[in-house]
């Protein structure tokens, strides 16, 4: 079997023998260093974690399988809190209503995919930090393709940044439907913590990120709703894990493309 067929399911069920074998195996394949190999938690939920390192850059594991992404607003059940947030913004941005609706324009459909396992960068490097000597000044999202490809990586295309996040859970959120007190930014255990693939991801509403689709950035609105002082609602669902923001391009090309973050995705053949 390829490992690029390795589902979540065998990942996890697998013996620690067994696991430290798929995850040297990988490593080999791929010339990467095996760092670790460890049980790891997040948000109620224990697992699995690899850890990798290949030209500077930390990766884990994230097996694949046919999974669920996107979320159906229908079932979310908004707290009073979520409530009294989210009528604060309808009366003072003409946010639509009902909130079901509103959560409708903003996430992706629920669905289910095929993904593969792949390695998957542990934080987003901003793509200026992939620059090389024959870059010739080109900034748009055609130049960070070929600067990952010439390292043998890519971003990861839009489910798989959804799946990277949420890892299979099918809440709002990566840790569930509610947002803690405060703003998402700053110290905040939940963003800043390693997801349940162990990856430091969705974490600063400021950093959405690149995939493989130029109009399709994820994790984050640019930090509009935060800085514009738009409310815990609008300011918490930017992070949730099916979150789109279709005018986000707009203000990265061509101007922030090299700020902008990218996640590398190493493919698992």
């Known amino acids: 079997m ?16 067994g696991a430290l074998g798929v995850a040297a195996a990988i490593a080999h394949d791929v010339g990467a260093a095996l760092l670790s190999v460890n049980t790891h938690a997040y948000a109620g939920r224990s697992g699995r974690v690899a850890l990798f390192e290949r030209d500077g850059i930390r990766y884990a594991l994230v097996p694949g399988g046919t999974v669920e992404l996107g979320f159906d ?60 000597a024959e870059h010739d000044g080109t900034d748009d999202h055609e130049s960070v393709m070929a600067r990952l490809e010439w390292r043998g990586l890519r971003p990861p295309t839009p489910d798989e940044w959804e799946y990277d996040c949420g890892a299979g859970a099918t809440t709002l959120f990566r840790w569930g439907d509610e947002y803690p007190e405060g703003e998402p930014y700053g110290d905040v255990p939940l963003i800043q913590n390693p997801n349940f693939f162990g990856l430091v991801i969705g974490d600063d509403p400021y950093r959405a990120e690149f995939t493989t689709d130029p109009a399709v950035l994820c994790g984050g609105d640019g930090g509009g709703a935060l800085c514009g002082g738009y409310g815990g609602f609008l300011s918490w669902i930017t992070l949730a894990t099916a979150y789109r923001d279709p005018v986000l391009v707009e203000a990265i090309y061509p101007y922030l493309v090299g700020e902008t973050p990218v996640r590398p995705v190493l493919p698992v053949p």
């Open 2 to 17: 390829s490992h690029a067929d390795l589902t979540v399911d065998e990942w996890l069920t697998l013996s620690d023998a």
């Open 73 to 132: 607003p229908a079932r979310f059940v908004p707290t009073s809190r979520q409530r009294q947030d989210f009528a604060e913004a309808v009366a003072e941005y003409s946010v639509p209503e009902p909130i079901h609706h509103f959560l409708a324009g903003q996430l992706s459909p629920a669905r289910r995919v095929a993904l593969p396992a792949r390695l998957v960068a542990v934080r987003s490097v901003d793509a200026d930090s992939l620059l090389t």
